[in-house]
């Protein structure tokens, strides 16, 4: 599948498995540090993609015509699994660092300043 042609590239399962680790840090991070219901994952991942990609996870869904279970990470090269997990690392980090400094769970609106 043309889509998945990635998955070629001599990188990728390191990548993707790196990536991995780090989104389970991001998804720790919010779950452990942000307030909010179950959605602020969905939000948080579009404003990462925003900052990539100037798009949103459903827009670029959209553009590849995904099927509603195939998974976006799935069909992105290497370096921009790499680019993502930095990302998330980051973030998780900051979320983190700035819960502790207030002693307390951050707002989503705060976390979103981050």
């Known amino acids: 599948h043309t889509k998945f042609i990635n998955q070629r ?7 993707a498995f790196q ?3 780090y989104r389970k840090q991001f998804t720790d991070a919010l779950d452990k540090y942000v307030d909010g219901n179950k ?7 579009n404003l990462i993609y ?11 869904k959209k553009i590849l015509k995904l099927a509603e ?3 976006i990470r799935e069909t992105m090269y290497s370096e921009v699994l790499t680019l993502i997990a930095s990302f998330e690392s980051g973030i998780a980090h900051e979320l983190e660092r700035q819960s502790i400094n207030l002693g307390r769970p951050l707002t989503q609106k ?3 300043l981050l």
């Open 50 to 60: 925003q900052s990539i990609f100037h798009e949103n996870a459903a827009e670029y």
């Open 19 to 21: 990536e991995e680790n």
């Open 110 to 112: 705060e976390a979103e």
């Open 39 to 45: 959605w602020k994952y969905g939000r948080f991942t």
């Open 69 to 71: 279970k195939d998974k």
């Open 9 to 15: 590239d001599q990188d990728y399962l390191m990548a």
